[in-house]
């Protein structure tokens, strides 16, 4: 008997252990750190909200939806912390004095809920309530402290898809942002937006990757997404840079590659696979050639001074995009992100190099 309570302590305290664990790397620890409870809870509500936002309803309606995942799975995940932190204290109590698993029970939500309902007799079970009672409360001060950080890092990241949709339209292009800046005489001022996006994609590399259900919070309005305004930011740059016959500005290829890092580091957490590194510039990519002389064909007719050499500007165009469009398309799927110009081509089932 005496072999069995020692192993059910023990079973108790890695429980809690793990509990801890999960909530040091969620809430506290500040880089990406991967951790099995809190990705499995989104697993699985993710695959719940799926089967409610089913595809067959309209996108205004499955936004709608969507918009609670993440809050939902953040009010979930420390409710089941403690679930692990009752039952594995509960374990504790038990192996101190057998009895019935309801006494057990009782005595551990009495003391993690502060409740003191239950009578605790001796030292040992006296000290494992008083932790039990701070580590319930230590992780309940965790949640709180963790949200206005999240918050703060929504309202940083849709401050400037705001902004996107303003410049770049809403759904939002990179051949629309060219010409709404060429329209008005401010091209030359694309360098300020192009040094804003790199700061943007920087901050997003960071609190992506910390504050993890941070992606799968949706804009306030059903027709934005950050995925859809860095799509529209890098698809810009790289026509820019492609076929648009204005001078090179490295603040261009900065932003490029700081939103592709961005993109990468993002799916990497997320344990998505997207191509490997350095991307080879005559790796495919499913924009087509038709889609690419489309929007040169617009730019023309706005009056931008496009390259002669279409071909060399296609050539180049794919090399500037393979960098970044693996990992934009994948996340647009995961975060379900509203159509916008060459993001819808993730649905496309193959990669292409022409028409």
Same mark, same amino acid.
């Given at each position: 008997?005496?072999?069995?309570? %020692? !192993?059910? +302590?023990?079973?108790?305290? #890695?429980?809690?252990?793990?509990?801890?664990?999960?909530? *040091?790397?969620?809430?506290v620890v500040p880089r990406g750190a991967y951790d099995? &409870?809190?990705s499995a809870e989104f697993r699985f509500l993710g695959w719940l909200f799926g089967r409610i936002a089913r595809p067959n309803l309209s996108y205004e309606r499955r936004d709608a939806i969507l918009a609670l995942f993440a809050p939902i799975g953040l009010v979930i995940l420390p409710i089941i912390l403690l679930a692990l932190v009752l039952a594995g204290f509960a374990a504790m109590f038990w192996a101190l004095e057998p009895g019935t698993i309801e006494s057990a029970a009782r005595q551990s939500g009495s003391a993690l809920l502060t409740l003191g309902f239950a009578?605790? $007799?001796? /030292?040992?079970?006296? #000290? !494992?309530?008083f932790g039990e009672a701070a580590i319930g409360l230590i992780? %309940?001060?965790?949640? *709180?402290?963790?949200?206005?950080?999240?918050?703060?890092?929504?309202?940083?990241?849709?401050?400037? %898809?705001?902004?996107?949709?303003?410049?770049?339209?809403?759904?939002?292009?990179?051949?629309?942002?060219? &010409?709404? +800046? /060429?329209s008005v005489g401010l091209l030359n001022l694309l360098t300020d937006l192009w040094v804003e996006a790199e700061a943007w994609f920087i901050d997003m590399e960071e609190s992506h990757t910390t504050l993890a259900a941070l992606p799968f919070y949706r804009s306030p309005r059903s027709s934005?997404? /950050? &995925?859809?305004?860095?799509?529209?930011?890098l698809d810009g740059a790289s026509l820019l840079r492609s076929a648009v016959d204005v001078p090179t500005e490295a603040r261009t290829d900065l932003a490029i590659t700081a939103g592709y890092t961005t993109l990468d580091a993002i799916a990497g957490f997320f344990r998505i696979p997207t191509i490997a590194r350095p991307a080879r510039p005559d790796d495919p990519i499913k924009v087509t050639r038709a889609e690419f002389d489309a929007a040169v064909d617009e730019l023309a007719?706005?009056?931008?001074? %496009?390259?002669? $050499?279409?071909d060399q500007a296609w050539r180049d165009f794919a090399g500037w995009r393979v960098n970044y469009e693996d990992a934009l398309l994948r996340l647009s799927v995961i975060v379900v992100a509203p159509d916008a110009r060459w993001n819808?081509?993730?649905?496309r089932p193959t990669r292409s190099t022409g028409p």
């Amino acid at each position: 008997m005496i072999a069995i309570q %020692v !192993l059910v +302590f023990i079973v108790g305290v #890695l429980l809690v252990l793990r509990a801890l664990l999960s909530a *040091i790397r969620t809430f506290v620890v500040p880089r990406g750190a991967y951790d099995g &409870i809190s990705s499995a809870e989104f697993r699985f509500l993710g695959w719940l909200f799926g089967r409610i936002a089913r595809p067959n309803l309209s996108y205004e309606r499955r936004d709608a939806i969507l918009a609670l995942f993440a809050p939902i799975g953040l009010v979930i995940l420390p409710i089941i912390l403690l679930a692990l932190v009752l039952a594995g204290f509960a374990a504790m109590f038990w192996a101190l004095e057998p009895g019935t698993i309801e006494s057990a029970a009782r005595q551990s939500g009495s003391a993690l809920l502060t409740l003191g309902f239950a009578q605790i $007799d001796g /030292w040992p079970a006296l #000290l !494992l309530s008083f932790g039990e009672a701070a580590i319930g409360l230590i992780l %309940v001060a965790l949640l *709180i402290a963790y949200l206005p950080t999240m918050y703060t890092a929504f309202q940083r990241r849709e401050a400037f %898809v705001a902004k996107v949709g303003v410049r770049a339209g809403t759904p939002p292009s990179g051949t629309e942002l060219l &010409i709404r +800046f /060429w329209s008005v005489g401010l091209l030359n001022l694309l360098t300020d937006l192009w040094v804003e996006a790199e700061a943007w994609f920087i901050d997003m590399e960071e609190s992506h990757t910390t504050l993890a259900a941070l992606p799968f919070y949706r804009s306030p309005r059903s027709s934005r997404s /950050w &995925i859809t305004a860095a799509g529209a930011v890098l698809d810009g740059a790289s026509l820019l840079r492609s076929a648009v016959d204005v001078p090179t500005e490295a603040r261009t290829d900065l932003a490029i590659t700081a939103g592709y890092t961005t993109l990468d580091a993002i799916a990497g957490f997320f344990r998505i696979p997207t191509i490997a590194r350095p991307a080879r510039p005559d790796d495919p990519i499913k924009v087509t050639r038709a889609e690419f002389d489309a929007a040169v064909d617009e730019l023309a007719a706005a009056g931008l001074p %496009v390259r002669a $050499d279409h071909d060399q500007a296609w050539r180049d165009f794919a090399g500037w995009r393979v960098n970044y469009e693996d990992a934009l398309l994948r996340l647009s799927v995961i975060v379900v992100a509203p159509d916008a110009r060459w993001n819808e081509v993730a649905r496309r089932p193959t990669r292409s190099t022409g028409p």
